[in-house]
């Protein structure tokens, strides 16, 4: 069994950053991603990045390329998402997610808890 505990959110102005971390625990394969979504209210989850858990390799949504870092932390379980220059619609619950996928919620098997993002004009 995976859990992936969130942490990092809050209030931050437009133009500052914020950095989110995702903690997993269980066996990850190689294969396997961590991508990161945000859910706006009323809104479809809408996905932001991704990460190879094995590889590193990196993509990220059109709407935050430049801005949305995403890294592995010195312990091999964490993965980071550092957002820069955030605007206000950047609000959202941000989750981050681990399975076979990559883009696409339905195919990440396990999800974090969510944590509250939200932006100051």
């Known amino acids: 069994q995976v859990q992936l505990v969130e942490s990092g959110g809050g209030l931050v102005q437009a133009g500052g950053s914020l950095r989110l971390s995702c903690e997993s625990s269980?066996?990850?394969?190689?294969?396997?991603?961590m991508g990161w979504f945000r859910q706006k209210p009323g809104r479809e989850r809408e996905f932001v990045g991704a990460i190879r858990w094995g590889y590193g390799t990196t993509i990220y949504a059109d709407s935050v390329k430049g801005r949305f870092t995403i890294s592995r932390g010195d312990d091999k379980n964490t993965r980071f998402l550092q957002m820069a220059n955030l605007k206000p619609e950047d609000t959202a619950v941000y989750y981050c997610?681990?399975?076979?996928?990559?883009?696409?919620?339905?195919?990440?098997?396990?999800w974090g808890q969510g944590t509250q993002v939200t932006v100051s004009s």
């Open positions: 997610a681990v399975g076979p996928g990559l883009s696409t919620a339905r195919e990440y098997r396990y």
């Open positions: 269980g066996r990850l394969l190689s294969s396997w991603a």
